[in-house]
């Protein structure tokens, strides 16, 4: 069974950076694509960032395009989030999330946006942004 551990979250000021990291155990972290995703009090859950399993392509969602940045390192079975420039409205829990090999499908419809597509979740860790 796939776990996924995130960690790196805390309170940092407006323009202040942080960087996310999300463990993944359990099967072949080199099968799985990964998406970040954030969600506050009573809001769905948004899509942050996406990294391919295959050639480390990314996407972004336009809201952290150019602040964010999305990577992993198969030889530790994790995934990171940069998150730099960061303000209030950043503020929110972050998840990180596995799929298996999705195929060309899964990213030509759009569905890496989509939280109920993809297979194993963590619990998450929060980012407060304030000063």
């Known amino acids: 069974q796939v776990q996924l551990v995130e960690s790196g979250g805390g309170s940092v000021q407006p323009g202040g950076s942080l960087k996310l990291s999300c463990v993944f155990s359990g099967r072949d972290f080199d099968m799985y694509a990964m998406g970040w995703f954030r969600q506050t009090p009573g809001n769905a859950r948004e899509f942050v960032a996406h990294i391919m399993w295959v050639g480390d392509n990314t996407y972004y969602a336009d809201s952290v395009k150019g602040r964010f940045t999305v990577s992993r390192a198969n030889a530790k079975n994790t995934v990171y989030l940069q998150m730099d420039s960061l303000n209030p409205v950043d503020t929110a829990d972050y998840y990180c999330?596995?799929?298996?090999?999705?195929?060309?499908?899964?990213?030509?419809?759009?569905?890496?946006?989509?939280?109920?597509?993809?297979?194993?979740w963590g619990l998450g860790t929060r980012v407060t942004v304030s000063s």
């Open positions: 999330a596995a799929i298996d090999s999705p195929g060309y499908e899964f990213y030509s419809n759009g569905h890496y946006q989509v939280p109920n597509k993809y297979d194993y």
